[in-house]
C-alpha cells in the first residue's frame, strides 16, 4: 500500500501514469535528474502563452517578464537562504555558470597559485577549475577520499592549503555514491587560508535543504531540474564578489548584480518554473501560510524521512545479494539516498539497460567510484 506521503507527491507527477512494457515506470536516476509536477509544467506552460517577452521594455508582458524572474530570485534565495535576492544568477546549467565564474576568477590568478580539488567531485566541479589551470599556469591540488569510510580526508585538505591557495572547490554531496561532505569546515579551512571556497550543490539541494550562510562558502552553483525544475543553472555569490569581479559579458550590460553575471536573454520560462518547483517543495509541508523558508525547512524533513527509509530497504536489499557490492558510507550515515554498486560479471552499462527494459530508468555510470581527477593533463601536486 501507498503512504501518504507518497500518494500525495505522486499524484501531482503525470510521469507515473505511464508504463514500459507492461510495467510500472520507476526512476533509480535521481543524481542524472528529476521528474517534473504538473505544477511546474503548469508555470513554464502559462508563461510562454500568455507573458512571453524579452525583459525590460515597457509593455505588459515584458513587465510581468520582470515581475516573473524577480519573484524567481526571492524564491531561490529562500531556498538557499541568501541574504539577498540580488546574490543569485541564473544560467544554463550549474557547469556553464561555472566554467563563466572560473574564467572571472582567473583574470586576478596567475603561475604560483594554487586551486584545490576533491576526488570526491563530479567532473563538473573540477573540469572549469583544471581548464582555467591550463591557460593561466596554475596549479592544483587534489584532496583524496578515504576509501574505507568513502569521506573527504580534511587532513589532507589541511596540507593541499597554502598561502598560495587561492580557492577551495567542493561539493556539498556526491552524486556517485552520496557522501555529504562538511561543507562548513572545508569553507572554514579555506578562509584561514586566505582562500575562496565554492560549492557544487547540485546533488545536495534535493535531498537537503541549503544553507549558503550556516555553510560559510564564497560560492555556490545547482540545478533546478534536480530538484523538481526545469533544466536552468542557479549562481550564488557573497555580493562583494559579484559586484567586485568582471564576468565575460557582451556589451551594452547592466552593470548591476546579478543581471551583469546572466549572459544573453535568458531561459525566461525555465526560470519561472525554477521558482515553481520551490514553490512546490514549499507545499509538502502542508502549511502554505507560514514562511517560505519555514515551509521549506518542514518540507525537506519530511522528504528527509520518506527518502531515509525508502533507502534503507534499497540498501538493505543491495548488501544482500550475492555478487553485489555497494559503495559509499553506512546505510545510516551521513549521506545521500543515492548507492554506488557493481554486480559481478555484469558492466554498469549492462545492468542499466537491463533495468532499463524493464521500465526502471538507473544510472549508466561506468566506474566504481567518482572518476579520478588525475588522469587530467595538468600541473598537480599531490595533496
Same mark, same amino acid.
Given at each position: 500500500?501507498?503512504?501518504?506521503?507518497?500518494?500525495?507527491?505522486?499524484?501531482?507527477?503525470?510521469?507515473?501514469?505511464?508504463?514500459?512494457?507492461?510495467?510500472?515506470?520507476?526512476?533509480?536516476?535521481?543524481?542524472?535528474?528529476?521528474?517534473?509536477?504538473?505544477?511546474?509544467?503548469?508555470?513554464?506552460?502559462?508563461?510562454?502563452?500568455?507573458?512571453?517577452?524579452?525583459?525590460?521594455?515597457?509593455?505588459? @508582458?515584458?513587465?510581468?517578464?520582470?515581475?516573473?524572474?524577480?519573484?524567481?530570485?526571492?524564491?531561490?534565495?529562500?531556498?538557499?537562504?541568501?541574504?539577498?535576492?540580488?546574490?543569485?544568477?541564473?544560467?544554463?546549467?550549474?557547469?556553464?555558470?561555472?566554467?563563466?565564474?572560473?574564467?572571472?576568477?582567473?583574470?586576478?590568478?596567475?603561475?604560483?597559485? *594554487?586551486?584545490?580539488? @576533491?576526488?570526491?567531485?563530479?567532473?563538473?566541479?573540477?573540469?572549469?577549475?583544471?581548464?582555467?589551470?591550463?591557460?593561466?599556469?596554475?596549479?592544483?591540488?587534489?584532496?583524496?577520499?578515504?576509501?574505507?569510510?568513502?569521506?573527504?580526508?580534511?587532513?589532507?585538505?589541511?596540507?593541499?592549503?597554502?598561502?598560495?591557495?587561492?580557492?577551495?572547490?567542493?561539493?556539498?554531496?556526491?552524486? %556517485? +555514491?552520496?557522501?555529504?561532505?562538511?561543507?562548513? %569546515?572545508?569553507?572554514?579551512?579555506?578562509?584561514?587560508?586566505?582562500?575562496?571556497?565554492?560549492?557544487?550543490?547540485?546533488?545536495?539541494?534535493?535531498?537537503?535543504?541549503?544553507?549558503?550562510?550556516?555553510?560559510?562558502?564564497?560560492?555556490? %552553483?545547482?540545478?533546478?531540474?534536480?530538484?523538481?525544475?526545469?533544466?536552468?543553472?542557479?549562481?550564488?555569490?557573497?555580493?562583494?564578489?559579484?559586484?567586485?569581479?568582471?564576468?565575460?559579458?557582451?556589451?551594452?550590460?547592466?552593470?548591476?548584480?546579478?543581471?551583469?553575471?546572466?549572459?544573453? &536573454?535568458?531561459?525566461?520560462?525555465?526560470?519561472?518554473? &525554477?521558482?515553481? %518547483?520551490?514553490?512546490? +517543495?514549499?507545499?509538502?509541508?502542508?502549511?502554505?501560510?507560514?514562511?517560505?523558508?519555514?515551509?521549506?525547512?518542514?518540507?525537506?524533513?519530511? +522528504?528527509?524521512?520518506?527518502?531515509?527509509?525508502?533507502?534503507?530497504?534499497?540498501?538493505?536489499?543491495?548488501?544482500?545479494?550475492?555478487?553485489?557490492?555497494?559503495?559509499?558510507?553506512?546505510? *545510516?550515515?551521513?549521506?545521500?539516498?543515492?548507492?554506488?554498486?557493481?554486480?559481478?560479471?555484469?558492466?554498469?552499462?549492462?545492468?542499466?539497460?537491463?533495468?532499463?527494459?524493464?521500465?526502471?530508468?538507473?544510472?549508466?555510470?561506468?566506474? @566504481?567510484?567518482?572518476?579520478?581527477?588525475?588522469?587530467?593533463?595538468?600541473?598537480?601536486?599531490?595533496?
Amino acid at each position: 500500500m501507498t503512504d501518504p506521503f507518497s500518494a500525495r507527491v505522486r499524484a501531482d507527477f503525470p510521469v507515473f501514469e505511464r508504463r514500459v512494457g507492461g510495467r510500472p515506470i520507476a526512476f533509480f536516476d535521481g543524481p542524472g535528474g528529476s521528474q517534473v509536477p504538473r505544477q511546474v509544467a503548469d508555470a513554464v506552460r502559462d508563461y510562454l502563452l500568455m507573458h512571453n517577452a524579452n525583459t525590460h521594455g515597457f509593455f505588459a @508582458t515584458s513587465e510581468e517578464t520582470d515581475a516573473a524572474i524577480a519573484g524567481a530570485r526571492e524564491r531561490v534565495a529562500a531556498l538557499l537562504n541568501a541574504p539577498w535576492p540580488s546574490e543569485v544568477a541564473f544560467g544554463a546549467n550549474m557547469t556553464t555558470l561555472t566554467f563563466h565564474l572560473s574564467r572571472s576568477l582567473g583574470r586576478e590568478w596567475g603561475p604560483g597559485d *594554487e586551486i584545490v580539488v @576533491t576526488q570526491l567531485d563530479h567532473q563538473a566541479n573540477v573540469a572549469p577549475w583544471v581548464r582555467l589551470a591550463e591557460d593561466r599556469g596554475i596549479t592544483v591540488r587534489v584532496v583524496p577520499f578515504s576509501s574505507e569510510t568513502f569521506t573527504l580526508d580534511l587532513e589532507a585538505l589541511d596540507r593541499a592549503l597554502s598561502r598560495r591557495t587561492r580557492l577551495v572547490a567542493v561539493g556539498a554531496a556526491s552524486n %556517485a +555514491i552520496g557522501t555529504v561532505n562538511d561543507v562548513a %569546515a572545508v569553507a572554514e579551512r579555506a578562509r584561514r587560508a586566505g582562500a575562496l571556497s565554492f560549492v557544487d550543490a547540485v546533488h545536495y539541494t534535493p535531498h537537503r535543504l541549503p544553507d549558503v550562510q550556516a555553510m560559510g562558502c564564497d560560492f555556490l %552553483a545547482c540545478s533546478a531540474y534536480k530538484f523538481f525544475g526545469p533544466h536552468v543553472g542557479i549562481l550564488w555569490g557573497r555580493t562583494e564578489h559579484l559586484e567586485r569581479l568582471t564576468p565575460y559579458k557582451v556589451p551594452p550590460a547592466s552593470d548591476t548584480a546579478p543581471e551583469r553575471w546572466e549572459t544573453g &536573454t535568458l531561459n525566461h520560462e525555465g526560470i519561472v518554473g &525554477t521558482g515553481a %518547483a520551490v514553490e512546490w +517543495i514549499a507545499s509538502l509541508a502542508g502549511d502554505p501560510g507560514r514562511d517560505l523558508r519555514e515551509s521549506l525547512r518542514r518540507a525537506y524533513a519530511a +522528504i528527509h524521512r520518506h527518502e531515509s527509509a525508502l533507502f534503507a530497504q534499497l540498501h538493505a536489499g543491495l548488501t544482500s545479494m550475492p555478487g553485489v557490492r555497494v559503495y559509499g558510507p553506512a546505510a *545510516e550515515g551521513e549521506r545521500t539516498p543515492t548507492a554506488g554498486f557493481t554486480i559481478d560479471g555484469v558492466s554498469p552499462g549492462e545492468a542499466a539497460r537491463r533495468l532499463g527494459r524493464r521500465g526502471c530508468s538507473s544510472g549508466t555510470a561506468t566506474s @566504481t567510484r567518482p572518476p579520478s581527477v588525475t588522469r587530467w593533463a595538468w600541473p598537480i601536486a599531490a595533496g
